[in-house]
């Protein structure tokens, strides 16, 4: 597709004389799925928070669709078509799979009227698709606290989706998954790529290989280097900086 969705500029973030990100330079196109390794300590949940407005830029800009993101509320970005989900899913665990869902897509109206109002044929829809597209059809009805770990994962990014984001940040999704739901949460993802523009962070080298496109690699806050798995796996600096690390880094 060519354009910019997501640009940071000569951003950088201070904490107390620390720099969490320093002169980071990143850009990605719409359409674009984006994957985000680096050892710990790298920038990775800062960058997700100075896209989001969680934290501001001591310098720099972030640019979300040509639109200076400086300044501006979480709340505002969010509505400008930025969604992010957290490592620990955010369910409503009392309420229903499908329940979780509407109560998303009808964030219009009121809470009573979403749980016992009828929903219009066109929301029952979207929500049917979204269902299908999370694989969580057969438990519709069940509550989302008897879901299984990989399971309330995947109802959490169908509720990002049901806020219609043009970018989706997706904070370690895998962390803790069996084998079989780490493939589901690719699959789900690969899924959305076709229509979504979406940066996922990720420890798990063997999911980042079965998702990813373009990885961009931080390390203490900049881009270290970016290219497709093998160019990242094979870059001597990332080898160093990967080097020493405790095992768990990269391979939880």
């Known amino acids: 597709m060519g354009e910019q969705i997501l640009k940071t500029e000569n951003v950088t973030v201070s904490f107390d004389g620390f720099k969490a990100i320093n002169n980071l330079n990143f850009s990605m196109d719409t359409g674009e799925l984006r994957v985000v390794i680096g050892p710990n ?37 969010a509505r400008l078509g930025i969604g992010r989900k957290f490592q620990t899913p955010r369910v409503y665990l009392n309420l229903t ?31 049917a698709g979204l269902l299908e597209t999370i694989g969580l059809e057969t438990k519709a009805e069940i509550k989302a606290q008897y879901l299984s770990h ?38 789900l993802l690969l899924a959305l790529a076709e229509s979504h523009s979406i940066i996922v962070i990720e420890h798990d080298m063997e999911f980042v290989r079965q998702i990813a496109r373009k990885v961009t690699v931080l390390h203490q806050g900049s881009v270290l280097c ?18 020493g690390e405790s095992p768990e880094d990269g391979h939880n």
């Open 150 to 187: 990989g399971e309330k994962q995947r109802l959490e990014i169908g509720m990002l989706v049901a806020q219609s984001p043009d970018l989706l940040l997706v904070d370690e999704p895998v962390a803790g998954l069996t084998d079989e739901e780490t493939e589901n949460v690719g699959n």
């Open 97 to 127: 799979v499908r329940e979780n869902l509407d109560l998303i897509s009808n964030r219009q109206k009121n809470v009573f009227q979403t749980l016992f109002g009828s929903a219009a044929a066109a929301e029952k829809r979207s929500v």
């Open 41 to 77: 300590g790298a920038g990775k949940t800062t960058f997700l928070d100075i896209i989001t407005g969680k934290v501001q830029p001591t310098e720099g800009q972030v640019l979300f669709k040509g639109q200076n993101l400086r300044r501006l509320s979480e709340h505002k970005i």
């Open 226 to 243: 970016e290219g497709n798995m093998d160019e990242v796996q094979n870059d001597p600096r990332v080898i160093e900086v990967y080097l």
